[in-house]
């Protein structure tokens, strides 16, 4: 009798203390198959680039087998405060695949096809145009013709809707195409979700939906907004706010305990500062500047402050190493996690080992040789792609330098979170580390 008091009493400790990142030790590497040696170049690495001042700091975590063998914070997370193994990251366009989960588990309930039309479920999305720019010295400079078909789920989930970020003009300043795309995001209130935008995600997709696709639906790879439509789509047909789905079918199953669109104030101090770097030694705390999509102008104060009704599907979720390893390590075990199952194993292979867009190339992050799945870029061809792992392998970024890899044949998982702004600056340096975390098998 007394010990089963004791074993009520350790569950009722446990559930009102969860385990947290900060309490998390890793496992000896070679217990997973990896050298504890070669992983040690993992630190000398992100050290020197502390050390350089090209990032203030980074948590890096490397699990293989299931199981965590490397998990190290590095350098600064604000002007006064170290960077922790809980320090808490604005994870930005990683929340789409979050957010691909939750579409996908309203598709194994038979509340929606990938084949339907958004139409179906946001009306406003029904008869799309689609911009056409007519030659230089036009007066307008640009036509609307009626698309071939509509947009469906599936475009959402792969972008191939049509639907690109506004500062996609700044990415390709010498298009017109995307130069015009901005000018209408601009005058509708468009937000990438960088920022909070008037009113909740369901009215900016409305508003979205009214505007012409700047592709024909299927035909091209747009990253940009389709995520957000899927947040709103969520809403549709869960009847749930987006953060309240979220959070009682992804986050609390998989024990997300530090994942949120908004932090509580409690953790707020957690947070890291935004860190804006030129590579060569400057770096300097990005402060709550003006909202221009331009050239990703940013509120840091986001995530913390303001009304908190708008929960973007693309880019508003702040996380941790450690809880972002959790939903990893979920899609790597084939949708279960710790007995829970999210997705089934089917699924799971539609999302993460599918090629669903064809000929066409994931361009938005990476180059020749990576397809896309539901929601993450797959490695398709190593001959283009030497750096990156086997292939087969899957990943996805944000835009404040943060990034994950899941190489399935090595069930291993690499996680390099950071703070740092602009984001194409880290591009090298997450090479390396892949290079270096692949380098550390030893079986």
């Known amino acids: ?202 009215d900016m997709v409305k508003r979205l939906a009214r505007l012409p696709l700047s592709r024909q639906p299927g035909e091209a790879f747009e990253y940009g907004m389709a995520a957000d439509v899927q947040g709103y789509l969520v809403e549709v047909v869960s009847g749930m706010k987006l953060d309240d789905y979220m959070r009682e079918r992804i986050f609390k199953p998989l024990k997300m305990n530090d994942t949120y669109f908004f932090i509580p104030e409690s953790k707020q101090p957690r947070l890291s500062a935004l860190w804006k770097t030129d590579w060569h030694g400057k770096l300097e705390i990005v402060a709550d500047g003006a909202r221009q999509e331009g050239d990703y102008v940013y509120s840091p104060s986001y995530q913390y402050k303001g009304p908190k009704t708008f929960f973007s599907g693309g880019v508003g979720i702040v996380s941790t190493a450690y809880d972002y390893y959790r939903f990893c390590q979920m899609l790597l075990n084939k949708g279960e996690m710790d007995g829970i199952r999210l997705l089934s194993r089917k699924t799971v292979e539609l999302m993460t080992e599918t090629n669903q867009i064809g000929k066409l190339n994931a361009t938005a992050l990476h180059d020749e040789g990576w397809k896309f799945g539901l929601g993450v870029a797959i490695q398709a061809d190593r001959s283009h792609n030497v750096d990156s792992g086997d292939i087969g392998t899957f990943e996805w970024a944000g835009i404040f330098s943060t990034r994950f890899s899941v190489d399935p044949k090595e069930e291993k998982i690499t996680i390099f979170l950071s703070q740092t702004h602009p984001f194409n600056h880290h591009f090298e340096l997450w090479d390396k580390l892949l290079v270096l975390s692949s380098s550390s098998i030893a079986d």
């Open 1 to 202: 009798m007394k010990l089963t008091i004791m074993l009520v009493l350790l569950a009722i400790a446990l559930l009102a203390n969860p385990v947290t990142a900060a309490d998390i030790q890793a496992v000896a590497p070679e217990s997973v198959g990896l050298s504890s040696t070669r992983l040690e170049r993992v630190s000398n690495l992100i050290r020197a680039t502390v050390d350089e001042k090209k990032i203030a700091g980074a948590v890096v975590l490397i699990a293989r087998r299931g199981k965590i063998a490397y998990f190290e914070p590095f350098g600064k997370a604000d002007s006064d405060k170290p960077m922790q193994k809980d320090t808490m990251f604005r994870i930005a366009s990683m929340s789409k695949p979050l957010v691909t989960v939750a579409v996908l588990q309203l598709y194994e309930e038979g509340r929606l096809l990938l084949s339907d039309p958004v139409a179906k479920y946001i009306p406003e999305f029904a008869r799309p145009k689609v911009l056409e720019m007519l030659p230089e010295g036009s007066n307008p400079p640009f036509k609307l013709v009626p698309a071939k078909r509509d947009i469906t789920i599936k475009d959402l989930l792969t972008h191939t809707a049509g639907l690109p970020y506004g500062f996609a003009s700044d990415w390709y300043p010498k298009d017109p195409l995307y130069r015009q795309m901005h000018a209408f995001y601009q005058e509708a209130g468009i937000s990438s979700g960088l920022y909070e935008t008037e009113g909740t995600i369901g």
